[in-house]
């Protein structure tokens, strides 16, 4: 592969927030500046504390966990570069709309068992997955039919057999391993339809 087409000159946005979360990493976990439990995502401290929408995806369980979903962004960069992505700033957008439409997502079924079984889930979540698993949701439809636009902004996008074949493979493998205890099914269930959803818009 030549050199231009591996180094994109949009590389800055995935090293950004690879960066962003290997240096909340060190402050949580190693130097311990900050203690996680005031960041992550819970569902009775939302409405005080909104800013554990953006503040929980930032934050992990463990090095292990950190690395997974380093993993996940290096899977979807090569992805959306695959399927010839022309946008400075998608991969940004994307994040930061997503945050909001998955919290939304997590909080209608959080109403929805609460006004029929009359049980409010009480619950700590943490980590990057959701993400990812957001933009595996968006790349799954999009590699099969490809997407010019997203939020009336040039993407360029283009359908391509392979990555959908390697994003499907990927998708099915998540879902089954999300179903293993301590694993976020939920998160990782809202984040697949968040990032499906952003497809269609």
């Not at 939304?104 to 889930?121: A, D, G, Q, V």
Request: glycine share 6%.
């Amino acid at each position: 592969m030549a050199i231009n087409k591996s180094i994109s000159k949009n590389d800055w946005q995935y090293i950004l927030i690879a960066s962003l979360l290997i240096i909340v990493f060190i402050l949580t976990d190693l130097i311990r500046v900050f203690d996680k439990e005031f960041l992550y995502f819970v569902p009775r401290l939302i409405r005080d504390q909104p800013y554990r929408i953006f503040t929980s995806i930032l934050v992990h369980a463990d090095l292990n966990h950190l690395l997974s979903n380093l993993g996940g962004i290096i899977i979807t960069r090569y992805f959306l570069m695959r399927l010839g992505i022309e946008s400075r700033f998608f991969y940004l957008k994307f994040i930061l709309i997503c945050s909001f439409l998955n919290f939304s997502i997590i909080w209608i079924y959080e109403k929805i068992l609460l006004y029929i079984l009359n049980f409010y889930p009480n619950y700590a979540a943490l980590g990057f997955s959701g993400i990812i698993y957001a933009l595996f949701g968006f790349l799954l439809l999009t590699s099969f039919y490809g997407k010019s636009h997203f939020l009336a902004k040039k993407i360029g996008l283009k359908s391509n057999y392979e990555v959908h074949k390697m994003s499907k493979t990927i998708c099915i493998i998540g879902l089954i391993f999300s179903f293993l205890p301590g694993i976020s099914l939920l998160g990782h269930i809202s984040g697949f339809i968040a990032g499906c959803f952003l497809f269609l818009i």
